[in-house]
């Protein structure tokens, strides 16, 4: 049995980006060093640096994501990068969509444990949440699939006007043009690259930011969408 690899001190940086929330911030990295390796949802070797490779990371996301607004996190395994983002912005609404219970059972004593009442944890894929989850103002996305993929799942969970942050490594800017066709097709309006977490992770975090129009996921998901929202509309008056 290989003998577990030990949690880093947590950095200066993460005290200034979790402020208030640092002590909660400290107790879900130690939880993913812990039970999140226990259960398969992070690789052992990913405990030494999850500072940096992950709860910091996924934080600075909040520098892109505008106030106040609703979030879902789509494919949101052990809460990356939902849990960083609701852990420094208080003044979100987030969902965290995930599909397998093992993960949401963990999500779902995450939130609790640290008291994130603006957290609410869904079991489902984005596919079948579409139509009975309220459209939300921005998704997020972290190691879900490629981009013309996700993109797929996460534009049609968005309201009008709404917009996609995916957190992408290198290859960020070859998978935002591959996906081009994809995403015109999707309703997206505008595409960008952002690299936000200046003086906090090196090298920074970088995000592929996908706008969105008035009709999130084209025709397809326009009737799509109103097909459901018609199914539950039948359901509650019965």
Known sequence: MTEAAELPPAPEQAREVFGERFAD???YAELLAEAG????????????????RHLLNCAVLSEAVPEGVT???????????????????????ITLLEPLLRRTNFLTEVVELLGLDHVTVVRGRAEEVMGKLPPVHVVTARAVAP?????TWGIPLLRPYGEMLALKGDTAEE????AATALSKLGAVETSILHVGEGVVDPLSTVVRVEVGESPG????AAKRAKAARTGRARRRR
């Open 175 to 178: 998978e935002l043009k591959a």
């Open 37 to 52: 390796v226990q259960r398969g949802l992070i690789g052992p070797r990913e405990v030494p640096r999850l500072w940096e």
């Open 147 to 151: 981009l013309d993929r996700l993109a």
């Open 218 to 221: 084209g025709v397809r998901f």
């Open 25 to 27: 911030a400290v107790r």
């Open 71 to 93: 979030v879902c996190d789509v494919g949101s395994g052990a809460g990356l990068p939902g849990i960083p983002l609701a852990l420094v912005r208080d003044d979100l609404n």
